[in-house]
């Protein structure tokens, strides 16, 4: 006669975040539990969840205080552990920094170079358009944009602020949560974007040209993505 069936242990949030299991992770927070905790290896639920792609526990993460750019013991973002464009640029959409590096020196672009050359492309790709190098200032005093083409670059990043502020607040309306969170990762992404915008427009074209090519070049004598193991979904010391 069979024994009686043994319970299975429950998911902690780090498995469950990695599984895409919404409603255990709800549960856990919902338990006071820190949408930012780390395990033993300080590899948080927005790690987790971004290095298997949940962007549906991302939100949720996100809604309830997590944060996009939280770093481990290597110093590595969430960013750092994507496997595809889709979820790299949903982080980037929300804050996550391009322009840093770890505790090694490596950034995300290279970084994930190896493994996930796409995902390192399109990151390379938003990167050239927003790249804040210092640079000569007297270059940037001599190149001054006209006031008309201030004033359209404001209309534009106003008109897409007010866009997606109504866009966070529909969905935060439909989801019954609070937007908050998201509007104010939102506020801090355009401030960035338009300090980013008002460089751009101040730099001589070849001189943008030329950051862009240092960039990529400085980009390409970096390491490769940490190897996952099968262990839990923390780095393995």
């Given at each position: 006669?069979?024994?009686?069936a ?10 469950a975040?990695s ?11 919902q ?5 930012n ?14 290095s ?9 993460l996100?809604a309830?205080g997590?944060?996009v ?12 552990t ?18 840093r ?14 493994d996930?050359p ?14 804040t190098d210092?640079?000569d ?11 008309h083409a201030q ?7 106003t008109?897409?602020?007010?866009q997606?502020?109504?866009e966070?607040m529909q ?18 992404r ?8 008002g460089y751009?427009m101040s730099?001589d074209?070849s001189?943008?040209r ?11 004598l970096h ?11 923390g780095?393995?010391?």
């Open positions: 006669m069979a024994g009686p043994r319970a299975r242990p429950e998911k902690n949030i780090w498995v975040a599984d895409g299991d919404l409603e255990r992770v709800q549960e856990l927070v338990s006071g539990l820190s949408v905790i780390p395990d033993p290896n300080t590899y948080t639920p927005m790690h987790a969840a971004a298997y792609g949940h962007i549906h526990v991302l939100e949720y996100i309830q997590g944060d750019n939280i770093t481990d013991e290597d110093g590595d973002t969430p960013l750092y994507v496997e595809n464009v889709a979820t790299a640029q949903w982080l980037v959409e929300h804050g996550a920094v391009i322009n590096t770890n505790s090694e020196g490596v950034s995300p672009i290279a970084h994930l170079r190896e996930f796409e995902v390192a492309t399109y990151l390379e790709s938003t990167v050239s358009t927003t790249h210092t640079t200032q007297s270059t940037i005093a001599n190149y001054i944009p006209s006031q004033n359209i670059v404001t209309e534009e990043l008109s897409e602020l007010m997606a502020v109504q966070i969905r935060a309306e439909a989801e019954g949560r609070d937007p908050e969170p998201e509007l104010r990762a939102l506020v801090g355009t401030v960035l974007e338009g300090v980013a915008t751009e730099v074209p001189q943008r030329e950051e862009g090519d240092d960039v990529r070049e400085r980009e390409g390491g490769a993505k940490r190897t996952r193991t099968d262990e839990g979904p780095p393995q010391p």
